[in-house]
């Protein structure tokens, strides 16, 4: 079955100190990816996506993802992080022969140290 | 700018009672989905349509019924509530399949 890995149940990062959050997803074919943050209380806004063309990918916030094949990996990472950047964080991924059904991650919760 | 409105909020019910969660948007999207959240196990599809008149389940679809009778609502509807239903509830839209999902606040449902 298809299945998306966050290894992180919760990480914690100095305010200033950059960070990277993984995501692993489990099926060949080419996916759809994507990170959502959700602040404690609220829905879930996307942070970016990747479909094709630059496996680099820049978000809003100042968040950047990698998208590997070699490692079916989707990183998320942001040089500098700041105390408002707690909060959960999901990784998604879609396939076009599942009709594009996101299949999510358990998410990754982010602690900023002051 | 509204985007998508879920109401209510917070709901406390009863084990056996029924009731409807509403989930509106107004950005004309043909993609409506119901997703649950709980805690370690980040957003289980429950049911979603693609478009007034069409809809299919997810992959905990067990225990809740949807209707699309128009591109803007999408209800979700618990028929008969139990103790495992309890969870935080989240309407999604998005133009195409494959484009961004909108979100909803969320509704807190317990059940007791």
């Known amino acids: 079955a298809q299945s998306v890995t966050q290894p992180d149940i919760h990480i914690t990062v100095s305010e200033g100190a950059s960070l990277e959050l993984r995501c692993n997803y489990s099926?060949?074919?080419?996916?759809?990816l994507f990170w959502y943050v959700q602040s404690p209380g609220q829905g879930l806004q996307l942070l970016l996506k990747?479909?094709?063309?630059d496996t680099l990918v820049q978000g809003i916030k100042g968040f950047e993802a990698e998208f590997k094949r070699s490692q079916s990996s989707f990183n998320l990472r942001k040089p500098s992080v700041h105390w408002s950047d707690a909060a959960e964080y999901f990784c998604?991924?879609?396939?076009?022969?599942?009709?594009?059904?996101?299949?999510w991650g358990a998410g990754t919760k982010l602690i900023i140290k002051p | 700018n509204a985007g998508v409105t879920q109401t209510p909020k917070f709901q406390v019910l009863k084990t056996g009672q029924s009731m409807t969660l509403q989930c509106a948007q107004d950005?004309?999207?043909?993609?409506m989905s119901w997703y649950r959240q709980d805690p370690g196990m980040g957003l289980r599809l429950i049911h979603y349509?693609?478009?007034?008149?069409?809809?299919d389940q997810g992959e905990v679809p067990n225990g809740y019924n949807v209707s699309r009778s128009t591109t803007e609502d999408f209800p979700l509807r618990l028929l008969s509530a139990a103790p495992s239903q309890t969870s935080v509830y989240f309407c999604?839209?998005?133009?195409?399949?494959?484009?961004?999902?909108?979100f909803g606040q969320g509704t807190r449902l317990t059940v007791v």
């Open positions: 999604a839209s998005s133009y195409s399949d494959s484009a961004e999902a909108f």
């Open positions: 950005m004309n999207h043909e993609y």
């Open positions: 349509s693609v478009g007034a008149g069409i809809t």
């Open positions: 099926y060949g074919a080419t996916p759809y």
């Open positions: 990747y479909f094709s063309g």
């Open positions: 998604a991924v879609g396939y076009m022969d599942s009709n594009y059904q996101l299949i």
